[in-house]
């Protein structure tokens, strides 16, 4: 698969390479997550015969073609779940619902209320097998989703919203954070991508599947279908989640016993043990929590997020206020969403090969807060649908470069959990705001909804900008205490009784912050 190339700027090998990756391998100090040196001669044997090139690609890839496209045709139909409301608007709820001022906001506002307030969840993915995590809540939206169909007026609905929200927030959030178990940081970024690329490509498939559903005339209405649809085939995916989900790379029934010892391997490189699965670290939660880039991705998500949950529900009313026809509304919403999607996999495949997400993130900002501009600014139609490209394809990249940042810069898995779930808590407040900025009354420009949504936009680049400024300044330090990496090729073992360390992303010697 070609996105899935190797990286030219992969982290040089170090100490970190030569440890036992048998679960009797040799003891880890708790804290400093060392090997000592007694102990190196036979792990250096043993990673020679276990870490192999050849074996280590074939492992990332069967990897890449079973996690990878489960997890991301698992998005499609969440992301379908949650914003096909939009679609199910203009195609008769809202008349048959007796919805009036703002109870359509309402059941998008509910929708994020309990999805930010259960965000706790993505560390069940640490404590609970994550095949059974999540074949649960595939079950729980599907039920969910496909119950809309049957509401007959606004209570039911809110009451369905507000399950769902419950039910999608143990999934989404917690998959970037579950491909962190499976891939080192510079291999990660671009499979978040194609997970998340799921969003836009979701979007695109929404309008075009409601135009054919809702085109019809049949004796159901057309926006129960709608949900039924769209809804059943989540609940046959719970069983093939369950089965085909392996908890961690040396669990998977696709590799070879040797291939999964070169899985074991990459497990301690990467944070210096085998076991990833039973537990968490309390004192790492509240590192994580202390630590400031924690809180600049999360207020990045919060800003992005204002207008990356708004455009999905709203972009079909908005095309059909422009003049077109509640059908031709549905269609037209597929083109942007089609090339937002490209953009999300290029711009994420660029900033792992460079190790520059920082700045990706800032492009991407500017160009989705321009493409809000012309929607707030211009009244010719041409231009205002050329905006929404620019606008979609500024939003959506820009949250697959947002996540992967955060398990790119905290070496544990549990302060990579928490760095997951407060970036949700507070970046999932963002469509609190999103979906509230497009009242009925503004139409067909919904000047201030494209002007807060461009403000916040912009302001997302500006913090990517602050961000990159203190990882530089922090990678400064690090050079100071450790060294450069520059031309550095192994950090050769301690001698006898001494430490050699190793979880090599695991804040190693050779750790740097990715900008």
Not at 323 to 352: E, K, R, Y
Request: proline share 5%; charged share 15%; glycine share 10%.
């Amino acid at each position: 698969m070609g996105f899935f190339k190797e990286s030219p700027h992969a982290p040089p090998p170090t100490a970190t390479d030569f440890v036992e990756v048998e679960k009797h391998s040799p003891p880890l100090d708790e804290e400093k997550q060392a090997v000592h040196g007694e102990d190196i001669g036979t792990a250096t044997e043993l990673h020679q015969r276990h870490v192999v090139p050849d074996i280590e690609r074939r492992v990332i890839r069967k990897m890449d073609s079973r996690i990878v496209p489960l997890v991301t045709a698992l998005y499609i139909l969440a992301f379908l779940d949650r914003s096909n409301i939009g679609n199910a608007r203009i195609a008769g709820m809202s008349d048959d619902l007796n919805l009036v001022g703002n109870d359509y906001q309402w059941l998008l506002t509910i929708f994020y209320i309990t999805y930010i307030l259960f965000e706790w969840q993505t560390l069940m993915w640490k404590v609970v097998p994550p095949h059974m995590w999540l074949a649960f809540c595939v079950l729980g939206w599907g039920l969910i989703a496909t119950a809309q169909s049957g509401t007959h007026n606004w209570a039911g609905m809110m009451a369905c919203r507000f399950f769902l929200g419950i039910s999608e927030a143990g999934f989404g959030p917690g998959i970037p954070y579950l491909l962190s178990f499976f891939y080192l940081r510079h291999e990660v970024g671009v499979r978040i991508a194609v997970f998340l690329s799921a969003a836009p490509l979701a979007t695109c498939f929404s309008g075009a599947l409601a135009y054919g559903i809702t085109s019809g005339h049949s004796h159901f209405a057309n926006w129960r279908l709608l949900f039924l649809v769209e809804g059943l085939p989540t609940i046959c995916m719970a069983a093939v989640a369950w089965f085909f989900l392996p908890d961690t790379p040396d669990q998977a029934r696709f590799l070879t016993s040797e291939e999964k010892e070169v899985a074991k391997a990459r497990g301690v490189r990467q944070v210096g043990g085998v076991e990833r699965i039973g537990g968490v670290n309390f004192k790492e939660v509240a590192a994580a929590l202390l630590d400031p880039k924690c809180w600049f991705t999360a207020l990045m998500y919060f800003s992005n997020n204002v207008g990356f949950s708004s455009l999905p529900v709203f972009l079909p009313t908005i095309l059909k206020d422009m003049g077109f026809t509640a059908i031709d509304s549905q269609g037209l919403t597929a083109p942007p969403f089609f090339v937002s999607f490209l953009v999300t996999i290029f711009s994420t495949w660029v900033a792992d090969k460079t190790q520059q997400r920082g700045l990706t993130i800032m492009v991407l900002a500017t160009i989705g807060g321009i493409g809000y501009v012309l929607l707030a600014t211009v009244k010719t139609v041409g231009v205002r649908y050329f905006g929404v490209f620019l606008a979609a394809s500024g939003i959506f990249p820009g949250i697959a470069n947002i996540l992967p940042w955060v398990t790119n810069n905290q070496g544990s898995d549990t302060r990579r959990g928490t760095g997951i779930m407060l970036l949700n808590l507070i970046g999932q407040c963002g469509p609190l705001l999103g979906t509230n900025i497009f009242p009925e009354d503004e139409s067909p420009r919904y000047v201030k909804g494209m002007a807060v949504s461009a403000a916040f936009t912009f302001f997302t680049g500006f913090l990517a900008f602050g961000l990159r400024t203190l990882l530089i300044w922090e990678n400064k330090k690090l050079d100071e205490k450790y060294g450069s990496n520059e031309g550095r090729f192994v950090n050769q073992p301690g001698a006898q009784g001494q430490e050699s360390e190793v979880g090599e992303e695991n804040y190693g010697p050779t750790f740097r912050y990715i900008l």
